[in-house]
């Protein structure tokens, strides 16, 4: 606490998750679309190593004039003493950021729910699995992957895994426990029939509500990244038809590396549910781990 206090107008250095957060508040200062604007929504981390959400005000609640699509909430582990500092680093960096909770090494992830968060980011796994077990969208940054390129200004860039990321890992588990042949094979056979939800769908349904509202000065991009190959590639893409979601790019890598691929998407954030891939993308891109399914 002393030591913030002496740092308090020495700003943080921008984390992982910055570039990410940057962008999307970019949302909240750009000409209306002539679209209707969806109801509140958005996605996470400050320039900190701190929990964050990014919370979708409910019907019926707001600040008054002036409600921006988008928000970020810091919630951190740090004290109250230290959460000036958090505030007056996102200020210097011109990162709009009103609220936040500081609960002096406690779990923070509890206030998730009243915020109606759409995403929460924290290098804590403990806070991340009890998150995902609330039903939030969350994922473990990694502190050592590569920062954001800067090659995209005007572009929210974010690239999802399939099975246990955005769809539920009813098929992974086939896989697992019996091979890529029945795996397959359970694919064709199901191929009408759509994915279960997983656990980041609410987080694509906000980012794609969000993109309808996008205009020239500020869009999103998303990317679906995946091990699977054809013919279990069919079975996804028709899930997310029946979700009446669109993605802007579909890789079906049949188990090659990710990192490559995602370092030529540049994505502002990579969510994976495996440990191996998201150790091969954060050599690339900033990337998480969400940390559900059969393989967590």
Do not use: C
Request: glycine share 8%.
């Amino acid at each position: 606490m002393d030591l913030q206090l002496q740092r308090l107008d020495i700003p943080a250095r921008p984390g992982v998750a910055f570039s990410l957060v940057k962008k999307l508040l970019a949302f909240n200062h750009q000409p209306p679309s002539p679209q209707p604007s969806p109801t509140r929504r958005g996605s996470e981390q400050p320039p900190l190593s701190t929990g964050a959400a990014l919370p979708p005000l409910p019907p019926g609640e707001g600040r008054g004039e002036g409600i921006q699509p988008v928000e970020v909430v810091i919630l951190s582990r740090n004290d109250p003493v230290s959460g000036m500092r958090v505030f007056r680093s996102a200020q210097h960096y011109g990162l709009t950021i009103e609220r936040g909770s500081f609960t002096r090494g406690q779990a923070p992830w509890r206030y998730l729910k009243p915020l109606h968060a759409n995403l929460f980011l924290s290098t804590h796994l403990s806070d991340v699995r009890a998150a995902l077990a609330a039903g939030v969208p969350a994922a473990q940054v990694y502190p050592n992957s590569v920062h954001a390129s800067d090659a995209h200004p005007s572009e929210v860039r974010i690239a999802f895994d399939g099975d246990a990321v955005l769809f539920s890992d009813e098929a992974e588990r086939v896989y697992q426990a019996q091979g890529l042949q029945a795996f397959q094979r359970h694919e064709t056979e199901k191929v009408g029939q759509p994915l279960p939800d997983g656990p980041f769908k609410p987080l694509l349904v906000a980012l794609q509500n969000l993109q309808r509202s996008g205009t020239p000065q500020m869009r999103i991009r998303t990317a679906l990244v995946t091990a699977r190959s054809a013919p279990a590639h069919e079975r996804a893409i028709r899930t997310l038809m029946n979700w009446n979601i669109e993605v802007d790019e579909a890789m079906f890598l049949g188990g090659l590396a990710k990192g490559e691929f995602l370092r030529e998407f540049e994505p502002d954030f990579f969510f994976d549910d495996q440990t191996g891939h998201i150790e091969s993308a954060a050599q690339h891109v900033p990337s998480g781990h969400v940390a559900s399914g059969v393989a967590n």
